[in-house]
């Protein structure tokens, strides 16, 4: 008879999310979010288990229009709009990582013509791409995504700090 040994590796994101005006010269917005993390993600943590090698560099965070609930199984924004590429990323404590992102709303604006967010994904993986007027829409491994409303104005910068802990 096999034994279930019972032990837990809980993965969480937590994301911090600040709003910079520039004109003010200082934040106007803070929010703390828990999100969900992807199937697919989760997946790719368990690969050194069996012998194959991970893909997951966290490498972009995506803003979309989507508004439906996200789902552990997620593999894309319902609808992207635009993606920043990682700004810092550090291994900030044992079994945690730390990403960073900033968004400036006056690039936003001038590829969307709007400011409004109301989903943001974070995409990692060789095959996640740069947004590249659109070109990168989609690519990557979604590791989590989460419903975020807001309206960005060309005088406001968004700092993503995305967390990751795993923790026994």
């Known amino acids: 008879m096999i034994k279930k040994i ?5 993965h969480t994101g937590d994301i ?3 709003v910079w005006n520039k004109k003010l010269k200082k934040f106007t917005f803070k929010k703390i979010l828990n999100n969900q993390i992807t199937n697919s993600a989760r997946d790719e943590l368990i690969k050194p288990l069996y012998g194959a090698t991970p893909d997951m560099n966290v490498a972009f965070l995506a ?15 319902v609808l ?21 992102f900033v968004l400036d709303g006056l690039d936003y604006i001038a590829e969307v013509a709007a400011g409004t967010i109301s ?3 974070f995409f990692a993986g060789s095959g996640a791409a740069a947004w590249g007027a659109g070109a ?3 690519t990557g491994l979604l590791i989590s995504r989460v419903l975020f409303s807001y309206t960005i104005t060309v005088d406001e910068e968004i700092y993503f700090q995305r967390v990751d802990s795993i923790t026994v």
């Not at 803003?63 to 924004?77: I, Q, Y």
């Open 63 to 77: 803003v979309g229009t989507g508004t439906t609930s996200p789902a552990a199984t997620d593999n894309a924004l």
């Open 6 to 10: 019972n032990e837990k590796f809980p």
């Open 136 to 138: 990168g829409k989609d």
């Open 80 to 100: 992207e709009t635009f993606r920043v590429a990682d700004t810092d990323l550090n291994r900030t404590d044992v079994g945690q990582v730390t990403s960073e």
């Open 16 to 18: 911090l999310i600040r």
């Open 119 to 121: 989903e943001i994904g």
